[in-house]
């Protein structure tokens, strides 16, 4: 049975850092892709990041430069690293596991198995 677990999160005043993590386990984690989600209330999930089996990375516009994905393979764990970070940051962030493995995109319909998340509030 897959399970993802995140933990992290936080209030933070804006241009503040966080560091999420997501500890899986129940499945083979790494022969399949990664991606961080998030939810504002009233707003639609949007995907943030994702990382492919082998360490390549893709971020939505408004987080680069700004927040990094990384993967610990050996010990199942997936973080995001999240640093400058802005008012408009504020959300529930959930990790969630793709359906696949060699490349990696933020379109939810990729990912098969979510975590229950972990909130996010930057306060200005």
């Known amino acids: 049975q897959v399970q993802l677990v995140e933990s992290g999160g936080g209030s933070v005043q804006a241009g503040g850092s966080l560091r999420l993590t997501c500890v899986a386990s129940?499945?083979?984690?790494?022969?399949?892709?990664m991606g961080w989600f998030r939810q504002a209330p009233g707003k639609e999930r949007e995907g943030v990041a994702c990382i492919d089996r082998d360490g390549h990375t893709l971020y939505v516009d408004s987080v680069k430069g700004r927040f990094t994905i990384s993967r610990d393979n050996a010990a199942k764990i997936l973080y995001l690293q999240m640093n400058s970070l802005k008012p408009e940051d504020t959300a529930l962030y959930y990790c969630?596991?793709?359906?696949?493995?060699?490349?990696?995109?933020?379109?939810?319909?990729?990912?098969?198995?979510w975590g229950q998340g972990t909130q996010v509030t930057v306060s200005s």
């Open positions: 969630a596991a793709s359906i696949t493995g060699d490349f990696c995109a933020t379109a939810a319909g990729l990912y098969k198995d």
């Open positions: 129940g499945y083979s984690y790494s022969r399949y892709s």
